[in-house]
């Protein structure tokens, strides 16, 4: 049997009956079945595993309607929470005194405004209908960042006159995009250069065309490495160091003319010659086909 909280009555549980009068209260009935228990909790747990029902233990503070929570609830539901709960006024948690009074200051009236909204400076009535918004002045010297205006500077290449803003002088001045790939040109080449390491060996002195020559002809015209012909690399080919001329320079014992000797250099192609300067081929292998060019030039 289903039992209605609204008829059992959490005040009859909270107030069960007792034999003696003035004494401990010693039984305690359930209100369905009317049977005895010796404690509260008691009665509790056989009306919800017999019955079906939890018994009412609270009283909601708002519509006093008795009502089973198992934590501690003041109300019944949140409709009467929010009912029983007031925001307005002091009650709002965000309550900061409510409006205040101030004096316009454009037309002197006397006005309310929230603190929290705003400084209380203007009237609604001033804010809606006067044009008191006026944008800053921002032009030339009135703006805080004024620095003279634009200012007469020449061109470091061509050395045309040009106007540019402060900000836009640098240690550098060019008029335009041709002046400024011809000063780039000029200042990062050679030993402008961020990754300048010391250039070249210049010239490569006497002695260099005439084993330039016995290079070409002994190894027929053609690149050593993958036998790329003069007519299809369209020149001759490169005729490469195999030790370069940078350590004979460098060495004390030694010249520049010391490199030249047929032994040391090598026909290529671009491509080769290119892998050749990058160490992708090894001087013994250079070496070992300037003997096969050797052998078969001299038979």
């Not at 004979?248 to 000797?261: K, L």
Request: proline fraction near 4%.
């Amino acid at each position: 049997m289903r039992v209605s909280l609204t008829t059992i009555g959490f005040s009859s549980l909270r107030n069960p009956t007792s034999e003696s009068v003035g004494s401990r209260v010693t039984e305690h009935r359930c209100p369905s079945c009317e049977r005895s228990f010796a404690t509260l909790r008691a009665v509790r747990v056989h009306h919800s595993r017999t019955h079906g029902t939890n018994l009412p233990n609270r009283r909601c503070a708002n519509c006093e309607t008795e009502f089973h929570a198992e934590h501690e609830r003041k109300y019944c539901s949140g409709q009467c929470r929010e009912a029983s709960t007031s925001r307005s006024g002091r009650q709002n948690p965000n309550y900061k005194g409510a409006k205040t009074v101030g004096e316009c200051e454009l037309c002197g009236a006397a006005f309310e405004f929230y603190p929290s909204d705003k400084s209380g400076r203007y009237c609604p009535d001033c804010v809606d209908s006067r044009t008191w918004q006026k944008p800053p002045v921002a032009t030339e010297a009135d703006n805080p960042r004024w620095k003279g205006g634009k200012r007469d500077v020449d061109c470091v290449v061509c050395g045309t006159t040009v106007e540019r803003y402060p900000s836009n002088i640098g240690t550098v001045t060019v008029c335009g995009e041709k002046c400024r790939r011809e000063w780039l040109s000029e200042t990062f080449s050679g030993s402008g250069h961020p990754n300048w390491k010391g250039g070249g060996n210049g010239s490569y002195g006497a002695g260099w065309n005439a084993v330039r020559k016995l290079a070409l002809k002994r190894d027929g015209y053609e690149c050593l490495v993958c036998g790329a012909t003069s007519a299809e690399i369209g020149r001759n080919p490169d005729v490469h160091h195999i030790v370069p001329v940078r350590w004979f320079v460098e060495s004390e014992n030694h010249s520049r003319e010391d490199a030249h000797f047929l032994d040391n250099v090598v026909s290529l192609c671009v491509r080769c010659h290119r892998k050749a300067d990058f160490g992708n081929i090894s001087r013994e292998e250079l070496r070992s086909l300037i003997e096969v060019a050797d052998s078969d030039s001299s038979t």
